[in-house]
């Protein structure tokens, strides 16, 4: 298991969930990726997009101005 991050603030929808899923295209099963972003909306469209494809959201802290979503990937 590898631990990655993925900056994506500044970025509005759909822009967050598309560097989510590219970088998890090259990412192994049961590596983790944390992704940084400032869109409110990311805080609903990353975990939809996770439960589609069968990744599994480990935390999501919402901070004043951030939102820091933990996924585990799962390509089964």
């Known amino acids: 298991m ?3 991050t ?3 603030r500044r970025l509005l929808c759909p822009l967050p969930v598309i560097r989510t899923q590219n970088k998890i295209k ?6 983790v990726l944390e ?3 400032t869109d409110p909306g990311a805080n609903h469209d990353i975990p939809a ?3 589609i494809h069968g ?3 480990i935390d999501t ?9 933990t996924i ?3 390509k089964r």
């Open 2 to 4: 590898t631990h990655f």
């Open 6 to 8: 993925l900056d994506a």
């Open 26 to 31: 090259t990412l192994q099963t049961g590596d």
């Open 35 to 37: 992704v940084i972003c």
């Open 49 to 51: 997009w996770c439960r």
């Open 55 to 57: 990744h599994k959201i």
């Open 61 to 69: 802290v919402v901070e004043e101005d951030e939102i820091r979503i």
């Open 72 to 74: 585990s990937v799962d």
